[in-house]
């Protein structure tokens, strides 16, 4: 069975920065595609980013192109988001997940992803 813990998440104002850490335990991490999702209150849980095995593929949602970057360490088994510029519209939990069903290709849909995170939350304010 595989564990997700993230980190980092917190309170901070519009324009800064965080980056978000997710911790994998119990399984092979390489063989997963990773991926950041995202929920605000009254809204439905949105695809952030996702990241291939190697880290050779990454997807994004629109709004966070150019802001957010995804990345992974699969010798410490650990995935990041860093979010730069942040926006009160960015505030949400933010959970971690993994897909075990593939490695190569990236999916946004939340149905996908076998394994999430207990979340972490993300707080900006304007």
């Known amino acids: 069975q595989v564990q997700l813990v993230e980190s980092g998440g917190g309170l901070v104002q519009a324009g800064d920065s965080l980056r978000l850490s997710c911790a994998a335990s119990?399984?092979?991490?390489?063989?997963?595609?990773m991926a950041w999702f995202r929920q605000a209150p009254g809204k439905e849980r949105e695809f952030v980013a996702g990241i291939n095995w190697s880290g050779g593929t990454t997807y994004y949602l629109d709004s966070v192109k150019g802001r957010f970057t995804i990345s992974r360490d699969n010798a410490k088994n650990t995935v990041y988001l860093q979010m730069n510029t942040l926006k009160p519209e960015d505030m949400a939990v933010y959970y971690c997940a993994a897909d075990r069903r593939r490695a190569t290709t990236v999916v946004r849909s939340a149905n996908a992803y076998d394994y999430w995170g207990q979340g972490t939350q993300v707080t900006v304010s304007s």
């Open positions: 119990g399984g092979t991490f390489s063989n997963y595609a």
